[in-house]
T-cell receptor, first 115, second 116 residues
């Protein structure tokens, strides 16, 4: 079974641009979560989706948004990029949210550099 | 809000020896889940072990075991017979059991070096 796939692996953008990151969950998984990882702040929760609905959102500005499609694939978008948005963005998928100890499986992430 | 603290930013261990990674957390809830994740240089987070708070028995997975002290809000990871492949960043994480959310709250992580 294929794991969580994130594309692209690396991305370089300039300030003010916008970017879209993609996450394909493990087949059969319907819940997708996103995290931002930086050396200073560590791993911070961005948002989670289930059945195309955002169920929970972290403390990030409105420039960060996401969506989930009917096939459970998810995208996140960052508009008006700032230097501080440079980070590793990780996606995780699980069968269903919050029911028992469903394991979250992580992708290898997208490394975003903002110049 | 829940918080997770990993006070040791780095540790090293000799191959074949045992090392313990510490983690404390703060929560007002009685039911929750705790996890240790490993992140090697490949960047992919891998689940090492998990513990359900309502279970008193400490979880074990082969060479990995935890010491879960609910009253002290402590959740340490013991790695026995350390191998070179254990070198990685290790993150302790918390998840609520109620509320239907998958949100993980992570500690800052600890870099483990394994010396041959």
């Amino acid at each position: 079974k294929a794991g969580v796939t994130q594309t692209p692996r690396y991305l370089i953008k300039t300030r003010g641009q916008q970017v879209t990151l993609s996450c394909s969950p493990i087949s059969g998984h319907r819940s997708v979560s996103w995290y931002q990882q930086t050396p200073g702040q560590g791993l911070q929760f961005l948002f989670e989706y289930f059945s195309e609905t955002q169920r929970n959102k972290g403390n990030f500005p409105g420039r960060f948004s996401g969506r989930q499609f009917s096939n459970s694939r998810s995208e996140m978008n960052v508009s008006t990029l700032e230097l501080g948005d440079s980070a590793l963005y990780l996606c995780a998928s699980s069968l269903s949210p919050g029911q028992g100890v469903y394991i979250q499986y992580f992708g290898a992430g997208t490394r975003l550099s903002v110049l | 809000a829940q918080t997770v603290t990993q006070s040791q930013p780095e540790m090293s261990v000799q191959e074949a020896e045992t090392v313990t990674l510490s983690c404390t957390y703060d929560t007002s809830e009685s039911d929750y889940y705790l996890f240790w994740y490993k992140q090697p240089p490949s960047r992919q987070m891998i689940l090492v072990i998990r513990q359900e708070a309502y279970k008193q028995q400490n979880a074990t997975e082969n060479r990995f075991s935890v010491n879960f002290q609910k009253a002290a809000k402590s959740f340490s990871l013991k790695i026995s017979d350390s191998q070179l492949g254990d070198a990685a960043m290790y993150f302790c994480a918390y998840r609520r059991a109620q509320g239907g959310s998958e949100k993980l709250v992570f500690g800052k992580g600890m870099k483990l070096t394994v010396n041959p």
